[in-house]
Structures are given as structure tokens and as C-alpha cells.
């Protein structure tokens, strides 16, 4: 959210003891020791920080800070931070992150959630092309989770129909041999997404292809954000 670089601008400004400490931890990408705030501080020129009681001040943050194995940044934070000044990010787009944030908890399967995670942060660091094929890729694991534990017969039937020489699938690796958009017509012939979801996330996937290979296509915020929340609303509330 914030480059290293930056902080010492920042530290420097006319601003509280929370702002400043909450600015080092936007550094960071994972929870950090007290100790390595103040270190981070003074590298940055604010030897001050030494005598603060950082961890009060931090707890006093009403839910701008959160510890965990150390202190990190929550997304009421983050919204802080930019209302500040320190994310050029988009309220709306900031907003995408923090409804996707929402379904971290709730997905146990940790590659689903590494994927939904790295695309946050993509989309926080406004790498909006990472962004996106991080979180098609969440989105496809999703749904071909979901046909493995409940529709593999149903699907390999259909696959079968449709195509003599498919090899029923028989583990989640099998079903990532089938093209995303074959698959894609699959699961809707199987009446798992609709006909008008299986159209919104074709376009994700030709977006996905578009910035998945080196080309001189522009992406925006807004594309990005518009691209996340298709997938959101489609996928991950729903499977």
C-alpha cells in the first residue's frame, strides 16, 4: 500500500502518533513485532517512535490495527490510510478488496485462498493485470471444486456426450486438462451457472487471457474492479 521509500515523507508530515504507526505498517505486507515498527521508523527518520507505547496506541486504533503473531493493518485501516492520502486507489475499488476480503474466512481450502488473497493484494498495489488473473484463477478452482465433489459424474457424462475422446476426469487435475471455455460450457449444459453467467464469465475469462500474455493491452482500476466483482457476485458468494 505504501512504499518504503515514501514512509520517510510521510513520517514527516504534521500528523498524530496513530497516523504515523499505522503508515509504518502499510509497509508491510505481514504482521509485524513492535520492534520492527520502531526499527522501520527510525530508518525512516522518526527516532521518536522509540518512546511511544506503540502497542496502545495501536489497540486504541478502534479496529484500524488488529494483532495477530503481530500487528498488521485491517481494511478499516487501509480506508484510513487512503482518506489520508496514501493510496491513489478508488473508494469503489477499495471497496471491491474489502468484500473479497470478507470471503477469506470462509474458504477453507488454502490454494482457493491464496489465490483470492494474492489477487487483493494485486488489486491494493494497483497491479491490475495480476490482479485479475489471480482471481480467475480463484474463481476456476472454485468451480471445478465444486463439480469434483458434487458433479463429477454428471460432468464426465456430458464431456463425454459432447467430445468421444475425453478421458473421464477422476481427481481436480483431470477437470484443468478441458479449456476454461469448454469447461465453462459443461457446467452450464449441466445447469451448475446460467446461460447469462456462463456470457459474464466468458468475458472474464478473454479479460483474463488478454492479461495473462505479454500484450500492449491498458487495464484500469475500474476494469479490474468490475472484473472482481463479476467474479464475486457469480462464484464466490454462490459456490
Not at 144 to 167: P, Y
Amino acid at each position: 500500500m505504501l512504499k518504503s521509500d515514501e514512509l520517510k515523507s510521510w513520517l514527516h508530515k504534521d500528523l498524530g502518533r496513530l497516523d504515523k504507526v499505522l503508515l509504518v505498517l502499510a509497509t508491510q505486507d505481514e504482521p509485524v513485532a513492535v520492534s520492527k515498527i520502531i526499527e522501520l521508523a527510525e530508518a525512516a527518520g522518526l527516532r521518536a517512535m522509540r518512546r511511544w507505547n506503540v502497542s496502545a496506541i495501536l489497540g486504541a486504533s478502534k479496529g484500524k490495527a488488529i494483532r495477530t503473531n503481530g500487528w498488521e493493518l485491517t481494511d478499516a485501516g487501509k480506508m484510513h490510510l487512503r482518506d489520508l492520502g496514501v493510496a491513489t486507489i478508488s473508494p469503489a475499488a477499495m471497496q471491491v478488496a474489502i468484500d473479497l476480503r470478507k470471503y477469506l474466512a470462509d474458504i477453507r481450502d488454502e490454494q482457493t485462498r491464496n489465490f483470492v488473497e494474492e489477487a487483493i493484494k494485486c488489486h491494493e498495489a494497483q497491479l491490475y493485470r495480476s490482479a485479475i488473473v489471480m482471481s480467475w484463477l480463484g474463481a476456476v478452482d472454485i468451480l471445478q471444486k465444486h463439480v469434483h465433489q458434487n458433479r463429477l459424474a454428471d460432468f464426465n457424462s456430458e464431456a463425454s456426450r459432447v467430445n468421444g475422446k475425453w478421458r473421464p476426469a477422476v481427481s481436480q487435475d483431470d477437470l484443468g486438462k478441458m479449456g476454461e471455455s469448454d469447461f465453462l460450457d459443461r457446467i452450464e449444459a449441466l445447469s451448475i451457472i446460467g446461460r447469462n453467467v456462463k456470457t459474464q464469465l466468458k468475458g472474464c475469462l478473454d479479460l483474463r487471457n488478454g492479461c495473462g500474455h505479454p500484450n500492449s493491452l491498458k487495464v484500469s482500476v475500474n476494469k479490474s474492479a468490475a472484473h472482481i466483482e463479476t467474479l464475486l457476485q457469480n462464484v464466490f458468494e454462490k459456490f
